[in-house]
C-alpha cells in the first residue's frame, strides 16, 4: 500500500498514537523498530494541541516527528467512548470537552477538515458508532446515519482538493448481519469514491463466534482491490484469525496499554511479569525476539521489581510488545507470499495453545476457509470461552 510517506505492507497492524505519542516510546524509536504506519485520533488532537498549531507545524507528521504514514481516527469511536459528553444529531456529535466542559460540534465536514489539517495518509469519514452490545433501533439509525454521512465526508473531502490523503470509509450495523448487508450494498457504491474500507462497531465485548461470522460476512462482500481494515482490532488470535478471513489492517491500544501493566506478548501467549514467580527470573522476555529489550537481556526479574515504579521498565516492554506485534505480522505476510499460511496456523496456535485447549472460535471460524487446527493433533480440547469443553461433534 504505498501512500505519500512511503509503502506499508499488508496485512499490517498499527500501533495506536491517540494524542499523537506512543506512550513510552519516540517517533524515532518506532521508525527503528521498523512500523511504517500509526494511528493518530481527530478528536483528540482537535481539542489538543488544536488544529491552529498543527497547521503552523506543517501537519501532525512534523508535529511529532513522524516520517512514515498516519491513519487517523475521525473521531466517531468518541461518541462510544464519551457518550456521556455527547449528543447526536443529524448535523454531527456536539460534545462536550472531558477537559474544559466547552461544547464542540463534529460534522461530517468539520472532521475531513481537521484531518485535512492533520495531514494524514489515511482518513476515517465521520460514522455514527454505537456500542456492539446496543440493541433495537438506535443500530440502525446509526448505520444509516453513517451512510448519509459518509456522501458529507466524500463531498467535503473533493471540495478541498486533497487526493494525496486516502478515504476510507466505515460499515456499520452492529452484531445484525441484515443491516450489516445493507450498509455493505450502499458503502460499496461509494467505492470509486473511497480508497478503502474499515469493519466498525466490533471489539466492544460481542461474544468471539459473533465477531468473527461479522467480520467474515463483512470481507466477503467488501471490494478485493480496496483494503480492509478492522477496527480495534490487537491480540495475537483475532489478527491471524482476520487475516484469514480477508482483512488487511487492524489497530488496537493493547500492545502498548498491556506493557504498562507489565504484560509481555509472545507466541506462548502473554506473560503477566508483575506475577512473583517472575521476581527471580533473569531470563530475558523471549530468547528468540530480536527487539531490544530482549537483545540486551533485560531481564524478567527487573521487569518485575521496577514495572510501576520506573518509567524505564514500560519503556521497556512497550519496545518489546510493538517488535512481537510487528515480527507476528511479518510472518504472516512471509506465509502468505510463500502460500503457506494454513500451515503457519496451525504451528502458531499449537504454540500458543500448548495446553491444547483450542477455544471453538479460532477453531471454527478457519474452518470457514478451510483450515482444519485439529487436523492430525491428539490429545487436543475444544473450549468456550470460559474453558469449558465444547461440544465439538
Known amino acids: ?52 498549531i498543527l497547521r503552523e507545524a506543517g501537519g501532525a507528521h512534523k508535529f511529532q516527528g513522524w516520517r512514515k504514514n498516519l491513519l487517523t481516527d475521525s473521531g466517531g469511536f468518541q461518541l462510544v467512548s464519551l457518550s456521556k459528553f455527547t449528543k447526536i444529531t443529524e448535523e454531527g456529535a456536539l460534545f ?15 472532521s475531513i477538515s481537521i484531518q485535512h489539517a492533520i495531514g494524514a495518509d489515511i482518513i476515517m469519514q465521520l460514522d455514527d458508532v454505537v456500542s456492539s452490545l446496543t440493541t433495537g433501533p438506535r443500530v440502525e439509525e446509526a448505520m444509516w446515519r453513517s451512510v448519509r454521512w459518509l456522501d458529507r465526508c466524500i463531498a467535503q473531502h473533493k471540495r478541498e482538493g486533497r487526493p494525496e490523503q486516502n478515504l476510507f470509509a466505515i460499515i456499520q450495523g452492529g452484531l445484525d448481519s441484515g443491516l450489516r448487508e445493507i450498509c455493505l450494498e450502499e458503502m460499496v457504491k461509494r467505492k470509486d469514491s473511497v480508497s478503502g474500507f474499515a469493519i466498525g462497531g466490533l471489539s466492544g465485548g460481542e461474544a468471539k463466534d459473533t465477531f468473527w461470522k461479522m467480520i467474515a460476512l463483512c470481507a466477503e462482500k467488501l471490494p478485493d482491490d480496496k483494503p480492509r481494515y478492522s477496527m480495534g482490532i490487537g ?116 504454540g500458543y495453545y500448548a495446553n491444547g485447549k483450542y477455544p471453538h472460535w479460532i477453531v471454527d471460524s478457519l474452518n470457514s476457509v478451510g483450515v482444519d487446527l485439529l487436523e492430525g493433533l491428539q490429545n487436543t ?10 461440544d465439538y461433534a
Open 1 to 52: 500500500m504505498v501512500m505519500a510517506h512511503g509503502p506499508t505492507l499488508l496485512p499490517t497492524f498499527m500501533p495506536v498514537a491517540t494524542q499523537a505519542a506512543i506512550k513510552g516510546l519516540t517517533s524515532q524509536q518506532m521508525e527503528d523498530l521498523g512500523v511504517t504506519l500509526i494511528l493518530n485520533n481527530t478528536y483528540h488532537l482537535n481539542l489538543r494541541p488544536g488544529i491552529k
Open 235 to 350: 491480540f495475537a488470535e483475532d489478527l491471524l484469525v482476520c487475516v484469514a478471513l480477508g482483512v488487511d489492517m487492524a489497530d488496537c491500544v493493547f500492545p502498548t496499554r498491556t506493557a504498562r501493566f507489565g504484560v509481555a506478548l509472545t507466541r506462548q501467549g502473554p506473560l503477566n511479569l508483575r506475577l512473583n514467580k517472575y521476581s527471580q527470573d533473569l531470563d530475558p522476555i523471549d530468547k528468540d525476539c530480536a527487539c531490544p529489550t530482549c537483545r540486551s537481556e533485560t531481564s524478567r526479574a527487573f521487569i518485575y521489581h521496577n514495572i510501576g515504579t520506573e518509567t524505564a521498565t514500560a519503556h521497556a516492554v512497550t519496545q518489546h510488545n510493538i517488535v512481537f506485534q510487528a515480527k507476528l505480522m511479518g510472518d504472516v505476510r512471509d506465509a502468505i507470499m510463500k502460500d503457506e499460511y494454513p500451515a503457519f496456523l496451525k504451528s502458531f496456535f499449537k
Open 381 to 390: 480440547q475444544v473450549v468456550d470461552e470460559d474453558g469449558q469443553n465444547w
Open 96 to 110: 462536550a470537552s472531558p477537559f474544559t466542559g466547552e461544547p464542540t460540534l463534529l460534522t461530517p465536514e468539520e
